[in-house]
């Protein structure tokens, strides 16, 4: 049975950073994809980063990129976002998931950011930004 557990969240000052960390049961990292998406009261959950470890392709959301870094440690089996420059528009529950299904080309060009292309999801870790 596959279980992803976040931490890392909290609160912290407009400016400041946060590092999330994602663990992986019941499977292996190495020939999957790890989505980190949030979802703000009253917002639907979007995608923020994404990485493919068959072939290190990542996806970042035009409003984090350059702030946030998402990697994985395969021995490990976890995922990790590092989020810096944090804004408060920012503030969400941030979730990660795992996709099980093939990685197709398809899914690398177009949809790393879509919640359906993932099978699994963890239950979701606070963060809160204040200006």
């Known amino acids: 049975e596959v279980h992803l557990v976040e931490s890392g969240g909290g609160q912290v000052q407009a400016g400041g950073s946060l590092r999330l960390s994602c663990a992986a049961s019941?499977?292996?990292?190495?020939?999957?994809?790890i989505g980190w998406f949030r979802q703000a009261p009253g917002k639907e959950r979007e995608g923020v980063s994404c990485?493919?470890?068959?072939?290190?392709?990542?996806y970042y959301a035009d409003s984090v990129k350059g702030r946030f870094s998402i990697s994985s440690d395969n021995a490990k089996n976890t995922a990790y976002l590092q989020m810096n420059a944090l804004k408060p528009e920012d503030t969400a529950v941030y979730f990660c998931?795992?996709?099980?299904?093939?990685?197709?080309?398809?899914?690398?060009?177009?949809?790393?950011?879509?919640?359906?292309?993932?099978?699994?999801w963890g239950q979701g870790t606070q963060v809160t930004v204040s200006s």
């Open positions: 998931a795992v996709r099980e299904r093939v990685i197709t080309p398809q899914y690398i060009e177009n949809s790393m950011h879509l919640n359906h292309e993932y099978d699994y």
């Open positions: 019941g499977f292996t990292f190495d020939d999957h994809a």
């Open positions: 990485i493919s470890n068959t072939d290190g392709n990542t």
